[in-house]
């Protein structure tokens, strides 16, 4: 009898998990998505002189947004509170050029990867000596706080590691020789050096995907997402929009 019991009390816990995960997908369908992101990381995402979200991950919404048939709303703040507004469902998923990590992996669930690439290393042109990893020993490192650059530039032996709010402002510190490099994807480092003609790509460090965050319970929106993410990639869209921002 107990057994029974147990057994009924588990399938009913089930369904209610099943309700829950159903709810994300059907609430969005309902309100609309609401897209949280850190608009200082171009070309992914950045203010326009009208102080307008542009950029590639915009782009690439709207249209996941149109495949899903319904309106997309961003929220601009700063990139270290992204995943706690996630997780306290002020925001239905996270894009900010997000790199999928392991540890973040713990608290949020992600898409697909989306676009791959290397993380690099960018210096002054004048700066000397500095080729790999190891040799930001002894310098002051810029990144922005939360970030997967961060917590590179912290395992790094002896460097500096200064963070900053904002990556734009990482990019100025180098700029400025407040800091002598910085470590950033290589699409962002690209935008970053035409901001700034005086910087230089050195060194090109690991490969990382990036993906969009959602809550672990929304794994029918996930899934939809998926599925509409596969379908750009199958018609040319997503070539399309990298050929647009990542010149």
Same mark, same amino acid.
């Given at each position: ?68 048939? &319904?309106?997309?709303? /961003?929220?601009? @703040?700063?990139? %270290?509170?992204? #995943?706690? !507004?996630? =997780? ?99 699409? &962002?480092?690209?935008? /970053?050096?035409? @901001?700034?003609? %005086?910087?230089? #790509?050195? !060194?090109? =460090? ?42």
């Amino acid at each position: 009898m107990r057994k029974g019991i147990v057994v009924m009390v588990l399938v009913g816990l089930l369904g209610v998990s099943g309700a829950l995960a159903q709810s994300c997908l059907a609430n969005v369908r309902a309100n609309g998505l609401t897209v949280g992101t850190s608009p200082d990381y171009p070309p992914f995402e950045s203010l326009d002189k009208n102080n307008k979200i542009i950029g590639f991950d915009v782009d690439l919404l709207n249209l996941i947004g149109a495949e899903l048939g &319904v309106k997309v709303n /961003f929220i601009g @703040q700063s990139f %270290d509170g992204l #995943i706690p !507004a996630l =997780l306290t469902k002020k925001i239905d998923l996270i894009a900010a050029g997000l790199t999928i990590t392991e540890e973040r992996k713990k608290s949020v669930d992600f898409t697909r990867p989306y676009i791959s690439g290397p993380n690099v290393i960018i210096t002054r042109k004048e700066t000397t000596g500095i080729s790999k990893l190891e040799d930001l020993a002894g310098k002051k490192v810029a990144v922005q706080i939360g970030s997967a650059q961060e917590k590179i530039a912290s395992g790094v032996k002896g460097a500096e590691v200064k963070s900053y709010n904002l990556y734009t402002d990482a990019a100025l510190a180098v700029n400025t020789r407040q800091a002598d490099a910085l470590i950033v994807h290589r699409f &962002v480092g690209r935008a /970053f050096l035409k @901001q700034y003609p %005086d910087l230089k #790509i050195v !060194a090109e =460090l690991n490969q990382v995907d990036t993906g969009l965050a959602l809550r672990k319970e929304c794994s029918d929106l996930r899934r939809a997402i998926d599925a509409a993410i596969e379908k750009l990639e199958k018609n040319g869209k997503m070539d399309e929009l990298a050929a647009k921002w990542f010149k």
